[in-house]
């Protein structure tokens, strides 16, 4: 599971992520919605571990992000809003170098691989270098690397992006069945960012919403709509309210 504990990051004078808690458990796939600006794509890579926080903290799948790094970083998987593709390597390379560096043992590498790649429909091209693949099967890849070494908890900024229709159904379908497999197989603890509210209906149960850094929303979407609101109504009126008056009466 994916425990937030006061997170917030300043740079400078600008409050990016205010105080920002909030725990996704397993078989859950939680949207995390909010405008540009809203401090999704900081909020992000803080929850994986690779920025650190002004204050707060984070755990993953029990790893505190502070106290316990390494096991917290084992247990997450990572898509970035802007990919750090090593464009000389093909997909294979690439893959199994960052299944080495999650520590997939190197018996079962060829394996982690080979199922990301057949997951994220990447056969065809996995002796291509990265850097000759179109945007679309770039993001495939970035996908595959979140989930070669088979991570606890999942955490992607805006994971469809640039994909085709086929795809994106694919994908979603990926990350809906990583959350919750219908037999057997481990459940997942997902949050996604996305700025498609179809995508969020189609795949998530709940919502967290942010605003100016803030979570002003964090709900079933069921009972967000339940009074006959869409989504896009309730995504309107959180994010258009004045925040900056808040506390200063
Ligand atoms: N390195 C940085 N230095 C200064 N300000 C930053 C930095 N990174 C982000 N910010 C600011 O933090 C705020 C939140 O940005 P962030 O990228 O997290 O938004 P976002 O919700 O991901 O937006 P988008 O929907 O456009 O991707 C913005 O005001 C942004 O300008
Ligand atoms: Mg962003």
Redesign the pocket.
Same mark, same amino acid.
């Given at each position: 599971m994916i425990e937030a504990r006061g997170l917030s990051k300043r740079?400078?004078d600008?409050v990016?992520?205010d105080d920002v808690s909030f725990s996704i458990g397993n078989g859950e796939v939680v949207g995390f919605l &909010?405008?540009? &600006?809203?401090?999704?794509?900081?909020?992000m890579p803080m929850l994986a571990g690779f920025l650190p926080p002004s204050d707060g903290t984070a755990e993953l799948a029990g790893h505190d992000i502070f106290d316990a790094a390494l096991e917290a970083r084992r247990a997450v998987g990572y898509l970035p809003?802007a990919l750090p593709l090593y464009p000389e390597m093909t997909v294979d390379a690439y893959l199994r170098y960052v299944a080495r560096i999650k520590d997939v043992p190197r018996g079962t590498r060829s394996e982690a691989v080979a199922r990301a790649a057949e997951r994220c429909g990447l056969n065809r091209v996995r002796r291509r270098v990265i850097g000759t693949l179109s945007k679309g099967f770039r993001q495939r890849v970035g996908l595959a690397q979140a989930i070669v070494h088979d991570p606890a908890v999942l955490i992607l900024d805006e994971p469809t992006v640039g994909l085709d229709p086929l795809q994106i159904r694919e994908i979603r379908g990926l990350i809906a069945e990583l959350a919750a497999p219908e037999q057997g197989d481990v459940q997942h603890a997902v949050v996604l960012?996305t700025?498609i509210l179809a995508e969020v209906e189609a795949i998530c149960r709940r919502v967290i919403l942010?605003h100016e850094?803030r979570k002003v929303v964090d709900a079933p979407i069921e009972d967000l709509t339940a009074g006959g609101q869409t989504l896009d109504e309730v995504f309107a009126r959180e994010t258009t309210r004045d925040t900056t008056v808040e506390g200063a009466a």
């Open positions: 740079y400078g600008v990016a992520v &909010g405008p540009n &600006g809203a401090g999704k794509t900081t909020t809003e960012s700025h942010i850094g």
